[in-house]
C-alpha cells in the first residue's frame, strides 16, 4: 500500500531479523551467497512496465476525451480498467504463495503485452468499437493487478539476498516508481501530441512484453519459488500451500484456507489497517485526479497532452530526489513525523492550484513540492510493513491490504467524471483538496499511528533450527502517483 502509496527505523543488521510477535529467530539472507542481480532485475521490470504504464494513462484517457468529448465516459474507461484491477489482485495473493510470484509475473505480463497490442492495432483496422475498447482495457487491469502485486513480493527476497536494509530496498522500489511517473508522462505527452494516442498504447504494450522478459529471462531461476510454511519438525521448506501449517503433516491446504490466514492476520493489525483506510480515501483522490481531473484541467486551459506530460515529469522528478533521499536517510527519521509532512505537502496542493488561474511556472512549483513530499510515503510505508507480516503470509496479506487500499480507485475518475459534468471542473477540485485534508488530519488523530515508529521484534540473527520461522516481513499495499 503506498501512498503514492503502491507501495516505508534503525536498519537491521544485514543477516536475519526475526518477529517476537510470531516465533523465533528467522533464517536470514546470510546463508547464502550475497547476490544484487535479483534486486536489480526486479526493479528492471518494475521500471520498464511501470513507465509503459504511467505512458498509458496518459494516452487512453486522452484518446477518450478526444474521440467522445465526455469527461463521463473518460472516467468509466478508468473505472473498466481499475475494477477488474483491483478484484482479480484482492483474491490473487494464495495463488502467488501456492506458484511463485516469478511465474506470475511474467505471465501476467505477457497476457497484458497482447491485450494492449490489439487496441492499436483494431483501431487501425477500424475495429475498434467503444465495447470492445472496454473488454481490451478490463483485460489489461485484470491482468496488470497480480503482476505487479508478484514484483512487490520479489523486492522481500531480492533484498533478502543482497543483504540490502529494508527501508533500502523499499526506497529503489519507490524511486524506480518515480522515475517511471517522470519518464512516462514526458514521453507520453511528446508522443501524443506528434503521433497521437495510439502511439502510447503501442508503447504500453512494447513495456509490458519486455517486463515480462526480464522476469523470465535475466532473473535467477531459484528467484521467487513458492513461500514457505513453518514445520512441526525441521526447517521450513514446505511450498505455501502444498504443506499445510505445524501439525497437519502432508493435508494440502486450500485456496480459501489460505485466503483466511491472510485476512485473519491483517484484521489484527490496528496499524496496518489505519494506513489502509487513510490511503483508500487518498487514492480515491488521486484516481479522480489523474483520469479526469487534470486532462479536463489541460482541455480547458488549452495546454492538451504536453500540460499533462509537463505537471506529471516535475511531479515525478521532485518524486524521485524525495525518494532518493528517504532511501539514503529513512532509517534515521521519525517515520510518523515525515509521512504526514509528506501527505500535508502531496496532497491538496495540487487539487487547489488547479482551481486557481495562475501561470504555468506556479503550477509546476506546485507539483515539485508535492512530488518531493511524495517521494518519502512508500519508503516509510513499505519498510513498516514489510516488518509486519510473516514471510509465508507475503502474498497474501499484500492483494488484501493492497485491494482494500485500492479499492475506491476504480471509482476515483467515475465520480470524478460525473461530478464535473454536472457541477464543473473547479468546484470539484476544491472539494477533493478539502477532502484531502481532512482525511490526513483526522486519521493522524488515531493512536495506532504510534506503532509507526516502533520496530517489531527486531533480534539478532541467530543460526536456523528446526523451530526457524521464515523472516518476517511484507510490502504493503500500493498506490498509484499523483500527477
Known amino acids: 500500500m503506498s501512498a503514492d502509496a503502491t507501495i516505508p527505523a534503525p536498519v537491521p543488521s544485514p543477516g536475519s531479523t526475526s518477529a517476537a510477535a510470531d516465533g523465533p529467530a528467522a533464517k536470514g539472507p546470510d546463508t547464502g551467497p550475497r547476490s544484487f542481480r535479483p534486486l536489480v532485475g526486479v526493479l528492471t521490470a518494475m521500471a520498464v512496465s511501470l513507465t509503459g504504464t504511467r505512458v498509458s494513462a496518459i494516452a487512453l484517457p486522452w484518446f477518450v476525451l478526444a474521440t467522445t468529448g465526455s469527461a ?28 511463485g510470484p516469478r511465474v506470475v509475473s511474467w505471465t501476467t505480463d505477457a497476457v497484458s503485452a497482447v491485450a494492449a497490442g490489439l487496441v492499436p492495432l483494431l483501431h487501425a483496422l477500424g475495429l475498434l468499437p467503444f465495447w470492445l475498447l472496454l473488454v ?48 512516462g508522462p514526458a514521453v507520453g505527452g511528446g508522443l501524443i501530441a506528434l ?29 521467487g519459488r513458492p513461500a514457505t510454511l513453518p514445520e512441526a519438525s525441521g526447517p ?11 501439525g497437519d503433516g502432508d493435508r494440502p491446504v486450500g485456496y ?35 483520469t479526469v481531473l487534470v486532462p479536463v484541467w489541460a482541455r480547458d486551459t488549452g ?62 512549483a506546485v507539483f515539485v513540492v508535492s512530488g518531493f513530499g511524495g517521494g518519502f510515503l512508500n519508503p516509510i510505508l513499505g519498510a513498516v510493513q514489510f516488518e509486519r507480516v510473516p514471510r509465508h503470509l507475503l502474498g497474501r496479506v499484500n492483494a488484501l491490504g493492497d485491494s482494500l487500499a485500492w479499492a475506491g480507485i476504480p471509482v476515483g475518475g467515475l465520480l470524478a467524471g460525473a461530478a464535473v459534468s454536472m457541477v464543473g471542473l473547479i468546484p470539484v477540485l476544491l472539494a477533493c483538496g478539502g477532502l ?11 493512536p495506532e499511528w504510534r506503532e509507526m515508529d516502533r520496530k517489531r521484534g527486531r533480534a539478532p540473527a541467530a543460526a536456523p533450527d528446526a523451530s526457524s520461522t521464515p523472516e518476517q516481513k511484507v510490502p504493503g499495499p500500493t498506490a498509484p502517483a499523483p500527477g
Open 436 to 446: 484531502y485534508i481532512a482525511t490526513t488530519a483526522l486519521s493522524g488523530l488515531r
Open 136 to 183: 481490451m482495457v478490463a483485460t489489461i487491469g485484470a491482468a496488470r493487478g497480480p503482476g505487479d502485486l508478484a514484483k512487490e513480493v520479489m523486492v522481500a527476497e531480492a533484498a533478502d539476498r543482497g543483504r540490502i536494509p529494508m527501508e533500502r530496498a523499499t526506497g529503489l522500489s519507490g524511486v524506480t516508481e518515480r522515475l517511471a511517473t517522470t519518464i
Open 303 to 364: 495546454g492538451g497532452p504536453a500540460a499533462i506530460g509537463l505537471t506529471g515529469s516535475a511531479w515525478g522528478i521532485a518524486a524521485v530526489a524525495g525518494s532518493l533521499i528517504a532511501a539514503a536517510v529513512a532509517h534515521r527519521l521519525p517515520r510518523r513525523t515525515v509521512f504526514f509532512v509528506g501527505f500535508l505537502l502531496v496532497g491538496a496542493p495540487r487539487f487547489l492550484v488547479l482551481a486557481m488561474d495562475v501561470p504555468m511556472g506556479l503550477v509546476i
Open 236 to 246: 521450513a521448506t514446505a511450498p505455501t500451500g502444498v504443506r499445510a501449517a505445524a
Open 72 to 99: 463521463t465516459m473518460t472516467g468509466v474507461v478508468a473505472f473498466v480498467e481499475l475494477a477488474p484491477y483491483v478484484l482479480v489482485k484482492a483474491f490473487t495473493g494464495p495463488v502467488i504463495d501456492r506458484l
Open 195 to 223: 503521433l497521437g494516442p495510439m502511439a502510447g498504447l503501442t508503447v504500453n504494450a512494447v513495456a509490458f512484453a519486455l517486463g515480462s522478459l526480464v522476469i523470465a529471462v535475466v532473473l535467477p531461476r531459484g528467484m
Open 256 to 290: 480459501w484456507r489460505m485466503f483466511r490466514e491472510g485476512f485473519a492476520f491483517l484484521r489484527g493489525e490496528p496499524l496496518l489497517l489505519t494506513v489502509i483506510v487513510t490511503v483508500a480515501v487518498t487514492n480515491l483522490l488521486d484516481a479522480a485526479f489523474m
